[in-house]
């Protein structure tokens, strides 16, 4: 087998799947807490704006994330 065959095998495995979403999770987090404290430091309302749209859509990202996880730890059957 070559190792091209055998990394998408890992990344396909429950534990590459969870691996990668709890990395992808962890960045959804990170993006939410950067973007609350760059709201603090802004004064332009349209700033603001664009910046708690972004808060919402990181919200949004991080509870698909964990109900993905939670689907491959119950589900997955590879």
């Known amino acids: 087998m070559t190792n091209e065959i055998m990394n998408a095998q890992c990344m396909l ?3 590459g799947l969870l ?3 709890r990395n992808g ?3 959804e987090y990170r993006a939410k807490e ?3 404290e760059l709201l603090k430091f802004l ?3 349209v700033d603001q704006q ?3 749209k972004i808060v919402d859509d990181e919200i ?3 509870k698909l994330t964990e109900q993905l996880i939670s689907i491959v730890e119950t589900e997955y059957a590879g």
């Open 19 to 21: 691996l990668n979403l």
């Open 60 to 62: 949004r990202h991080i």
């Open 25 to 27: 999770l962890a960045s």
């Open 13 to 15: 495995s429950q534990d």
């Open 43 to 45: 004064s332009d309302p």
């Open 50 to 52: 664009v910046i708690a």
């Open 34 to 36: 950067l973007c609350q």
